[in-house]
């Protein structure tokens, strides 16, 4: 009997701090994807709350190696909302603005040569901070106010310089949520974390950059009408 073909799910792995790993709870953006991608592809979530891209840089070849990437359509890069941290109010987060750029470069250039060319890669900005309610936050914690939107500004434009410079997709966040002067606190929940609103706006903008990356992916095995019902294994056995 000749041995089966294993079936191996396409895969979008989502990188990224909190925002990322929060991003699977219910009517989160990762989750929104993954129910567009069901039974096409594997939405993988690897967001590490707390990190930054210096700690994602270090970990990144742990998470996405060649040995294993047979089949990723594609993979986004989410950092930015801790490095931009104030140094002197959080110096365990804080990255410089310089290291950071260059974080973003070497993580799109180890995944080129594991086999995830620039076309399958995602730069997503941080988002714009909403200071006062995030000051509220901190204190909480017995901390001052440890980020400031005028900061995430500036490494939301280095990160869309970081993209042009691998030649990679960017999700610029902090520049959309502000455009036209619109109210983006609706977008955070906290302050800097997502809101209901802010999870279904990187949902439905980060689809328009994936869904040419995954349109081509077929539907892994038959729909269940065309099954044949006397021998399904004529059906459910053969390759795809």
Request: aromatic residues 8%.
């Amino acid at each position: 009997m000749s041995r089966l073909k294993t079936l191996i799910w396409p895969q979008v792995i989502l990188f990224g701090d909190s925002i990322t790993q929060n991003s699977f709870q219910v009517n989160g953006w990762g989750s929104g994807i993954a129910d567009k991608l069901a039974r096409k592809c594997d939405v993988v979530n690897r967001g590490l709350s707390g990190y930054n891209s210096r700690w994602g840089r270090i970990v990144l070849p742990r998470i996405v190696h060649q040995d294993e990437l047979a089949n990723i359509s594609a993979v986004t890069v989410f950092f930015g909302a801790n490095d931009c941290a104030l140094q002197d109010k959080n110096p365990q987060q804080h990255v410089p603005l310089h290291e950071y750029s260059e974080n973003l470069k070497a993580m799109s250039s180890h995944l080129a040569k594991a086999g995830v060319p620039a076309g399958k890669v995602i730069f997503i900005t941080p988002p714009p901070i909403h200071e006062a309610a995030w000051e509220k936050e901190c204190k909480l914690k017995g901390c001052p106010l440890n980020r400031l939107n005028s900061v995430a500004g500036q490494y939301a434009q280095a990160c869309v310089q970081a993209a042009t410079q691998c030649g990679v997709d960017v999700l610029d966040l902090w520049t959309l949520m502000q455009n036209d002067g619109q109210d983006f606190t609706v977008y955070l929940s906290d302050g800097l974390h997502l809101s209901e609103k802010g999870n279904q706006f990187v949902m439905q903008h980060l689809w328009k950059l994936l869904e040419s990356r995954v349109a081509h992916l077929p539907f892994i095995l038959p729909y269940w009408g065309d099954v044949d019902a006397g021998v399904p294994e004529n059906s459910l056995l053969c390759d795809q």
